[in-house]
């Protein structure tokens, strides 16, 4: 079992920056990849950003050259730097685990994060 809190959510300005962070407790050992997703009002959740174990990161061609995913594999936290934001961005942002052996993904609460015109 893993559990995911997420923080760092808010009120932006377009133009403006946020850094979300995820933590990850439990069975942490055996976590390959970690990510963010998020979910607008009345769509489908979709991929932001994800990192795998080894550094490799995959992120969505919507955010690419805006936003930046880091992971600390001693703290077992990932961080999402996002600049240059603007409204469509707005939506919950959700941290995402997924195990090595079983594939099984695990999902944090959700973190609101909201861009103003």
């Known amino acids: 079992q893993v559990q995911l809190v997420e923080s760092g959510g808010g009120l932006v300005q377009t133009g403006g920056s946020l850094q979300l962070s995820c933590t990850a407790s439990?069975?942490?050992?055996?976590?390959?990849?970690m990510g963010w997703y998020r979910q607008s009002s009345g769509d489908e959740r979709e991929l932001v950003a994800l990192?795998?174990?080894?550094?490799?990161?995959n992120i969505a061609h919507s955010v690419k050259g805006r936003v930046t995913i880091s992971r600390d594999s001693a703290r077992n936290t990932v961080s999402l730097q996002m600049n240059s934001l603007n409204p469509a961005d707005t939506g919950i942002y959700y941290c995402?685990?997924?195990?090595?052996?079983?594939?099984?993904?695990?999902w944090g609460q959700g973190t609101q994060v909201t861009v103003s015109s």
């Open positions: 990192i795998y174990n080894n550094g490799v990161t």
């Open positions: 995402n685990a997924v195990m090595a052996t079983t594939w099984r993904n695990y």
């Open positions: 439990g069975s942490t050992e055996s976590i390959n990849i």
